[in-house]
T-cell receptor, first 114, second 112 residues
Framework: ETGVTQTPRHLVMGMTNKKSLKCEQH?????MYWYKQSAKKPLELMFV???????ENNSVPSRFSPECPNSSHLFLHLHTLQPEDSALYLC?????????????FGSGTRLTVV | GQQLNQSPQSMFIQEGEDVSMNCTSS?????WLWYKQDPGEGPVLLIALYKAGELTSNGRLTAQFGITRKDSFLNISASIPSDVGIYFCAGHPTGTASKLTFGTGTRLQVTL
């Protein structure tokens, strides 16, 4: 497999459930990201990992807990979510270098909290 | 944080028409990127621009990195139904190699 793979593609969970989103990249990139995309709102950066270390947390509520066990895998653990957390969650990866670089995105997980 | 103003927010065009959208910033950017997002999918990189004044094409798509380094435009010629989607500009502000900044997107609808 190549690119960035996210599973599951769709997830419906209750507010008391615990679930995890998974992201895997086969591009040899050294940085990975979680974004939230809500209807009619810009992409919101949630977390950034460089070389497995978390380098950014954009004031994300603690009910979202990221985990990056190695440079190829990224998880987003979810617990006690709220209906307003329903959104498309996108994972991306990149290879940091001077002058800037583009991100490669996965297809996303469509999350619905009921 | 950095703001990218993307316009128009949405466009309704007929098949065969040309499309133009742009992105502006109040600060200088090192890199400009254009992404397209199909419904239910993640954004896919269309064109990357790395030098001021650079003009790059990808099939029917053409994008330019503004001379002032504060803007970029994307043109789509002879639009087809599969051009439907949301187009995002993105870039790296000067002084940082991290955290790509995204525009708010232009939603394109193509009618037959």
């Amino acid at each position: 497999e190549t690119g960035v793979t996210q599973t599951p593609r769709h997830l419906v969970m209750g507010m008391t459930n615990k679930k995890s989103l998974k992201c895997e990249q086969h591009l040899g990139h050294n940085a990975m990201y979680w974004y939230k995309q809500s209807a009619k709102k810009p992409l919101e950066l949630m977390f950034v990992y460089n070389f497995k270390e978390q380098t950014e947390n954009n004031s994300v509520p603690s009910r979202f807990s990221p985990e990056c066990p190695n440079s190829s895998h990224l998880f987003l653990h979810l617990h006690t979510l709220q209906p307003e957390d329903s959104a498309l969650y996108l994972c991306a990866s990149s290879q940091e270098r001077r002058g800037g670089y583009g991100y490669t995105f996965g297809s996303g997980t469509r999350l619905t909290v009921v | 944080g950095q703001q990218l103003n993307q316009s128009p927010q949405s466009m309704f065009i007929q098949e065969g028409e040309d499309v133009s959208m742009n992105c502006t910033s109040s600060s200088i950017f090192n890199t400009w990127l254009w992404y397209k997002q199909d419904p239910g999918e993640g954004p896919v990189l269309l064109i990357a621009l790395y030098k001021a004044g650079e003009l790059t094409s990808n099939g029917r798509l053409t994008a330019q990195f503004g001379i002032t380094r504060k803007d970029s435009f994307l043109n789509i010629s002879a639009s087809i139904p599969s051009d439907v989607g949301i187009y995002f500009c993105a870039g790296h502000p000067t002084g940082t190699a991290s955290k790509l900044t995204f525009g708010t997107g232009t939603r394109l609808q193509v009618t037959l």
